[in-house]
């Protein structure tokens, strides 16, 4: 078995998602694919969803035209952290139904308090 990637603090380069923090990305995209953007149930480790912020994450995947759905284990061979000194900025590459591999990404921060981690969802966009 190979290792599971940890979480790199190097300012210097992106590093592949750590495997402690797939299983809460996986929740999000997973409630976005059932249109639930403002995170209605919490999700432990995840920050809440401001209204406009949903709003946006909606109106942005609607105008996409593609249906998201949820993670596949392919995505953590391109999805990606980088420390920025303190915290990470995190890339998730997202999947549709009628792509696969889409040019969607989930952006977000992860930051860390007394060993446990908090996600910030950020903008659903294509780069």
Known sequence: MHDQPAAIKDENAAHPI???WRPILCKV????????YRLSR??????????ELATQ???YIAEYG??????PEETWETSC???????WDVLVDLYTDGEGASDLVLTGKVEETNGSVQ?????????
Do not use: C, K, M, R
């Open 18 to 20: 750590a495997a402690s």
């Open 29 to 36: 995209v997973a409630a976005f694919v059932q249109g639930d």
């Open 42 to 51: 919490p999700i432990t480790g995840v920050s809440p969803v401001s209204p």
């Open 57 to 59: 994450i909606e109106n």
């Open 66 to 71: 593609e249906t998201l759905v949820e993670l």
């Open 81 to 87: 952290a980088q420390w920025l000194g303190s915290h």
């Open 119 to 127: 996600f910030h969802v950020g903008l659903v966009y294509v780069p």
